[in-house]
């Protein structure tokens, strides 16, 4: 079993920066796929970014190219989610999940994903 946990939400003013942390609770992290996702009021959750094992090979959502990045370090079990030029539809409850195929992550709606943590909310004000 492994357990997420997100941290680093906030309101921030669009333009503005946030920085998302989720911390994994397993000595096997370096084997899982991580990945980001976020889920506004009424609208179903979709995929923000992914990142592979190795954290050599990361995928974006078109949404957010450019302006956010995915990474990770193994040595202490978490992954980050870098977010610049923030915009006001980037609003939502961002997750964080980890599985062993990186596929899985890729796949809407991403119902083979093995774990999620609580996630975090991440509020832009125009």
């Known amino acids: 079993q492994v357990q997420l946990v997100e941290s680093g939400g906030g309101l921030v003013q669009a333009g503005g920066s946030l920085r998302l942390s989720c911390a994994a609770t397993?000595?096997?992290?370096?084997?899982?796929?991580m990945g980001w996702f976020r889920q506004a009021p009424g609208k179903e959750r979709e995929f923000v970014a992914a990142?592979?094992?190795?954290?050599?090979?990361?995928y974006y959502a078109d949404s957010v190219k450019g302006r956010f990045t995915i990474s990770r370090d193994n040595a202490k079990n978490t992954v980050y989610l870098q977010m610049n030029s923030l915009k006001p539809e980037d609003t939502a409850v961002y997750y964080c999940?980890?599985?062993?195929?990186?596929?899985?992550?890729?796949?809407?709606?991403?119902?083979?994903?093995?774990?999620w943590g609580q996630g975090t909310q991440v509020t832009v004000s125009s």
């Open positions: 999940a980890a599985d062993f195929l990186y596929s899985d992550l890729l796949s809407s709606p991403f119902q083979r994903v093995d774990y």
């Open positions: 397993t000595r096997t992290f370096s084997t899982y796929a």
């Open positions: 990142v592979l094992p190795s954290g050599t090979g990361t």
